[in-house]
């Protein structure tokens, strides 16, 4: 089955600890990207990356470090979360050349 | 900048009635605009999309929308409710930049209720 899965489903975790999201897509997609949706904001675009070791800044990037070493890869990762990172994360990819992108189910984290 | 605006934050329906949801974008090309949906719960599903041609477009569960450039609008519609369709719903639109970064921008959203 096509999919982006992301884990963990959910993460509570304290100030300062160090953490990462993975996202995986079994779909040989180049584009992927992170969003994170906040209520009354909708989905903000932080990372995305073209391709592999291709990465750039969204909408929100700080706070937050992506890479992509290889194409069905991209993890999320916060070096010192804070509070203002409780969020609902989601992970999405498409093909090159197309203006879809599939999303995968979410990570919510929260950050004590 | 390119932006979205889901005017109705929450909306309530009676299972069988119809259903448009109203979405307006501000982008200065063409756009490229989605309708996604999002059960409690659950990750983003998408409904349909519009990149061109015939302005009324059909997508999955029975939804259509209808793009109109004179109006900046994609409004989502359902001629008959389900009690299963309860959910946040999302319009967006595609950024595409020169740089190659695609991004959706979406707007905030309409939470749907349907009663009994």
């Known amino acids: 089955e096509a999919q982006v899965t992301q884990n963990p489903r959910y993460l509570i975790t304290v100030t300062g600890k160090k953490l990462t999201v993975t996202c995986s897509q079994n779909m040989n997609h180049e584009y992927m990207s992170w969003y994170r949706q906040d209520p009354g904001l909708g989905l903000r675009q932080i990372y995305y990356s073209m391709n592999v070791e291709v990465t750039d800044k969204g909408d929100v990037p700080e706070g937050y470090k992506v890479s992509r070493k290889e194409k069905r890869n991209f993890p999320l990762i916060l070096e010192s979360p804070s509070p203002n990172q409780t969020s609902l994360y989601f992970c999405a990819s498409g093909r090159d050349g197309s203006y879809e992108q599939y999303f995968g189910p979410g990570t919510r984290l929260t950050v004590t | 900048a390119q932006s979205v605006t889901q005017p109705d934050i929450h909306i309530t329906v009676s299972e069988g009635a119809s259903l448009e949801l109203r979405c307006n974008y501000s982008y200065g090309a063409t756009p490229y605009l989605f309708w996604y949906v999002q059960s409690p719960g659950q990750g983003l599903q998408l409904l349909l999309k519009?990149?061109?041609?015939?302005?009324l477009v059909q997508g999955i569960k029975g939804f259509e929308a209808e793009f109109k450039r004179s109006q900046s609008s994609f409004n989502l519609r359902k001629p008959s409710v389900h009690w299963s369709d309860a959910a946040e719903y999302f319009c967006?639109?595609?950024?595409?930049?020169?740089?190659?970064?695609?991004?959706?921008?979406f707007g905030s959203g309409t939470r749907l209720q349907v009663q009994p």
């Open positions: 519009y990149f061109s041609g015939d302005t």
């Open positions: 967006a639109v595609a950024l595409i930049s020169d740089t190659g970064r695609r991004a959706l921008t």
